[in-house]
């Protein structure tokens, strides 16, 4: 039985690279051999055409899980990248925290799902939608770590305090076990003041906290999802993809 870990990849603010992130270090991990699950939470389902699965293709997704109109086994996808399965996301997932806003253990429907289908897999990412949600919060109640992307700027910084003490109430209330696994610098761009000032901050008072890596502003990156796949399966020689695997093996070593 494989000891599987699951991370939520969360951030409340928007165009902070965290689909990006989900995508490319699933892609990376796969590519050195682990078995990954992607989970798409976003109604946006930015995910799902990142690795090319088109909108218009009628797979279940996990909306029918959250519902309970299927078992989880039932929307997993193998994906054409090696190692790599999926389970898509569309528009009607942004209703699900009306539909089971009144359900006992509302909190706890993700976790129960995953918990049948974990041990299959080395590693589980959850890509979570820009909002503190219910449905975010049924991801890291499943969750064993977070990673927050962030870039370098005033207004990442301000809601970094504010993600934190979501994450921690929902270690006093719902999950013990989480934990941040780290903080992940996005769209970096050293010739940047602002991009030195702000990572000094965060590594002076966070410390292990913060990922070795960064991740570059690339245009490969920006590129990979209108081809359907992940950068190192676009472009693997390009700084983006180089820094994902570093990402990668980054996370490995724990």
Do not use: W
């Not at 960064?214 to 590129?223: C, T, V, Y």
């Amino acid at each position: 039985m494989r000891k599987s870990k699951i991370f939520s990849i969360v951030n409340q603010k928007g165009g902070v690279g965290k689909t990006t992130t989900a995508v490319n270090l699933a892609a990376s991990l796969a590519f050195l051999g682990k078995k990954i699950l992607l989970i798409d939470l976003d109604a946006q389902a930015n995910s799902s055409s990142g690795i090319g699965i088109k909108h218009n293709e009628r797979f279940l997704t996990l909306y029918q899980v959250l519902k309970n109109f299927n078992s989880i086994e039932d929307v997993v996808i193998k994906t054409a990248f090696p190692n790599l399965n999926f389970i898509p996301s569309n528009l009607k997932i942004s209703s699900i925290d009306i539909e089971i806003s009144n359900l006992s253990q509302r909190e706890r429907i993700l976790s129960c799902s995953i918990s049948k289908i974990r041990s299959q897999y080395d590693y589980i990412f959850i890509d979570c939608p820009p909002s503190l949600s219910l449905l975010t919060m049924n991801a890291l109640v499943s969750s064993d770590e977070v990673i927050i992307p962030m870039i370098c700027d005033f207004y990442s910084l301000e809601g970094l305090s504010s993600l934190i003490y979501s994450i921690k109430n929902i270690e006093d209330n719902f999950n013990s076990n989480i934990k941040i696994a780290g903080i992940l610098f996005t769209m970096y761009d050293k010739r940047n003041r602002l991009t030195e000032q702000v990572e000094h901050e965060v590594r002076s008072y966070l410390g292990d906290l913060v990922y070795k890596t960064n991740i570059p502003r690339n245009i490969k990156l920006a590129e990979a999802p209108s081809y359907g796949k992940p950068v190192l399966f676009y472009d693997k020689k390009c700084l983006g993809a180089l820094a994902y695997m570093d990402l990668a093996q980054e996370i490995m070593q724990y």
